[in-house]
């Protein structure tokens, strides 16, 4: 009889035991979802902020330079073809200098709980 307890016991035991490792695991995966989301988010915004700048930034360059070449299309051309030059070196460049530290950032960030 104490034998019949002590097995009940063991697979009641069992059973808290796997579903502790499961919320476990959906709490990790929750944690390091949520990391990399708000990070996704930050980048996004950043993004889109950098973008307005860079914007503004390319009409007061490409209208200065068109006032002081007399032409303003010039100026505009101008700073289109320092971004055609730009967009070409990103291009022969996208995995060293983009899709390695995006991955990287990634990663880290999925493991920085591991590591802690």
């Known amino acids: 009889m104490e034998e019949k307890g002590k097995i009940e016991n063991l697979i009641h035991?069992?059973?808290?035991?796997a579903e502790t490792r499961i919320d476990l695991g959906l709490l990790t995966f929750q944690d390091?979802?949520?990391g990399v989301i708000s990070s996704v988010a930050s980048a996004f915004i950043i993004g889109i902020l950098s973008l307005f700048f860079i914007f503004?930034?390319?009409v007061g360059i490409a209208w200065w330079i068109g006032q002081s070449l007399q032409n303003p299309s010039i100026g505009f051309f101008i700073v289109a073809g320092f971004y055609l030059l730009v967009a070409a070196i990103i291009l022969l460049n996208k995995d060293k200098?983009?899709?390695?530290p995006?991955?990287?950032?990634?990663?880290?960030?999925?493991n920085l709980n591991e590591e802690n």
């Open 102 to 110: 995006i991955i990287n950032s990634l990663l880290k960030k999925i």
């Open 32 to 34: 390091k979802a949520s």
């Open 97 to 100: 200098w983009i899709g390695l």
């Open 56 to 58: 503004f930034a390319s």
């Open 13 to 17: 035991n069992i059973k808290e035991y």
